[in-house]
């Protein structure tokens, strides 16, 4: 360790406390910052290969700070190393509008290379971020891929259940580029580990087929020591790293309240004067760094890149990889089809290369035979896993299990929501009508839980080319994810040409003021069916994507939903549609047991009950009220 290397992480130790106590809410943690800040450092200054002035370039090393509440570490770095991270952006820490968020965002800050704040996310993504460096690896060669994904991770990232299957497929998949530094400091917020995390961690990833190492925290040998171990062995790596929590600080360090809120301006000052820094000085990054910066800025590793992506044969294949995919003529269908199993023939139909993904042990039942991917019994780990192939970037990701196990992916379909991860999920079974898995596997809740996330679209076909359709919009979104709600059991074909781009499209038209029957999926076949029966028209409107109709003119949505009372129809919960609705036959209950046909009968929805429905509504609206302004 030079006289620079000492110099930098007393720096970065005294911005680490200064950030949080000049933020608005004096928090912040600096402990885990300090703490790992020779670490840091050295990842940074020796072992990264980046390029500060094209911070996305794809051939860069990913570092994923997992434990993100100690993300003023991170700026601190990225200040150092030269990226556009200014000493005034670092004094906006947890501000409205900055650079320099309470957790990390990848679309806020330059050099972020991964958005997290709920514990295990992190570390989960990297697991698909190092398989996306594979995938392309194995496609282009190391000319144009040749990097690694370190993780920084707290004990709180090995405690969520999510980092423990993601780790197991890590192991199983021999991500050897995958290397992950855990913080090992023997505290969590509330206490001591000891009361809560006493397991053999090391035992543990041993189990999984890790490469397992140690190394102290202030030890800069012993931690360049163990990048270079974990760089030579085949499997992936954990190096738990030996800290001590907010080290060096006098009467901090070791305790759990070192974690938040902000030091005391008093142990600020004790602290600085053991860095050797100016104990009433704030934000000071000394001269002698400024030649650091210089040197990292001056490396132009990006511009080394492209000019061997302009020679290489592969160039063009290279930047299909990376661009939007152009559209693609999906299958025709003649005769009724689940849409699961449309949507499995729009699948194995496809010539994308570049689209990857797979299921949660259940292709066969979700029609994802084509995929590449083997996530085994693993939701949370799936989707977490596509975060990161997604953020990586050159990659399509796609996963599937059963609609009701969403719930096991939401932490991540919140993430993939928030940082515009073109994720697409395939989501089957999607209603009451799946039959005798009862209630633990039929879908509630779900879609109103799901349409309730910014961001995300929800795309519930009503037939077979509908799913063509929402393929195609999924494909094309790249700038957040999908989900794709389909069907168990066969559906009619509409006999209208579909329109899912416009999120709503009248099926069934009628005089104006007439009332209009709202449905997705399945239940648009059913109110078609009542309009068979009632003895006056009715007008039914297909809506598979509330999201995409929001965002059409006023004009049109006026033009679909008519002028009359309108009822929704969704064997689901009712919440969310009183925005289009008069009414709602909807499922505010769990179901049952028992064949689909016959649920549907039991719970209402058949097609003399939403007649029955409708004609009250009717009657309900009848003379001046049944217009609408």
């Known amino acids: 360790m030079t006289e620079t290397d000492r110099l ?3 720096c970065l130790r005294g911005l680490s406390l200064d950030l949080p106590r000049q933020a608005d809410s004096g928090s912040g943690h600096s402990g885990t910052a300090m703490s790992l800040a020779p670490l840091g450092w050295l990842l940074y200054s020796k072992i990264l290969r980046y390029d500060p002035l094209v911070p996305e370039w794809p051939d860069r090393d990913r570092l994923i700070m997992s434990n993100g509440h100690a993300c003023v570490l991170l700026y601190g770095l990225l200040h150092l190393c030269g990226f556009d991270l200014s000493l005034e952006d670092l004094r906006q820490f947890r501000r409205p509008g900055s ?7 990848s679309w806020v800050t330059p050099g972020v290379d991964f958005s997290t704040g709920p514990l295990g996310q992190g570390l989960a993504a990297a697991v698909g971020m190092a398989w996306a460096e594979q995938r392309l690896s194995e496609e282009f060669g190391t000319d144009l891929v040749d990097h690694y994904t370190y993780v920084m991770c707290s004990d709180g990232d090995l405690m969520e259940g999510v980092s423990a299957e993601a780790s197991s497929l890590a192991g199983h998949l021999g991500l050897r580029r995958l290397i992950v530094f855990y913080d090992d400091n023997g505290v969590t917020i509330d206490g001591p580990c000891s009361q809560s995390f006493t397991e053999d961690v090391l035992e543990r990833y041993l189990a999984y087929g890790w490469q397992v190492l140690s190394a102290e925290g202030e030890d800069w040998a012993g931690l360049e020591q163990a990048v270079r171990a974990a760089h030579c062995d085949p499997r992936p790596s954990l190096v738990r790293v030996r800290t001590i929590i907010g080290y060096p600080a006098p009467t901090m360090q070791g305790r759990s309240e070192a974690h938040s809120p902000a030091f005391s301006h008093e142990e600020i000052r004790a602290t600085k004067q053991l860095l050797g820094l100016d104990p009433e000085a704030c934000y000071q990054v000394p001269a002698a760094l400024e030649e650091v910066r210089r040197k990292l800025t001056r490396r132009r590793l990006a511009t080394a890149w492209n000019e061997r992506l302009e020679a290489s044969p592969q160039r063009n294949l290279w930047r299909t990889f990376h661009s939007r995919p152009q559209p693609q003529p999906g299958p025709t269908f003649f005769s009724p089809t689940a ?3 449309a949507s499995g023939q729009v699948l194995q139909g496809l010539g994308l290369p570049q689209l990857v993904g797979g299921s949660a042990d259940l292709a066969g039942s979700t029609n994802t035979q084509a995929g590449k991917i083997a996530f085994g019994v693993r939701e949370g780990a799936m989707a977490a896993f596509c975060n990161g192939v997604a953020q990586h970037g050159g990659l399509i990701p796609f996963c599937s299990t059963y609609f009701a196990f969403s719930d096991q992916m939401k932490p991540s ?4 929501a928030l940082a515009g991860l073109g994720v697409i999920c395939v989501w089957t079974h999607d209603s009451l009508a799946l039959g005798e898995d009862g209630p633990t596997h039929q879908p509630v809740e779900q879609l109103a839980s799901l349409r309730a996330l910014p961001n995300f679209w929800v795309l ?15 494909l094309q979104r790249r700038d957040g994810p999908c989900g794709l709600v389909l069907s168990r059991q066969t559906l009619p074909l509409l006999s209208v040409p579909t329109r899912v781009e416009r999120g709503a499209y009248v099926v069934l038209e009628a005089l104006a003021g007439s009332v209009t029957l ?8 059913l109110c078609l ?9 009715v007008r039914v409107v297909s809506m598979p994507c509330w999201e995409l109709f929001e ?4 004009e049109y949505q006026r033009e679909v939903l008519g002028s009359g009372p309108r009822l929704a129809v969704e064997a689901a919960a009712s919440l969310g549609w009183h925005r289009w609705a008069d009414e709602v036959l909807g499922l505010d209950r769990f179901g049952a047991s028992g064949p689909g046909p016959e649920l549907m009968e039991l719970y209402g929805f058949r097609a003399g009950a939403v007649a029955a429905r409708t004609r009250t509504l009717r009657d309900s609206h009848s003379g001046n009220r049944s217009s609408r302004a």
């Open 518 to 525: 709202l449905a997705t999926g399945s239940e648009v076949h």
């Open 529 to 537: 069916a009542a309009a068979q029966l009632l003895e006056f028209p």
């Open 339 to 341: 849409t699961r199993v």
């Open 460 to 474: 519930r076909p009503a037939d077979a080319q509908e799913t063509v359709q929402a393929w195609e919009l999924a």
């Open 8 to 10: 930098a992480i007393a």
């Open 413 to 416: 379909l919140r993430l993939a």
């Open 99 to 105: 650079k320099t968020p309470g957790h990390p965002e």
């Open 551 to 554: 965002l059409q003119t006023a």
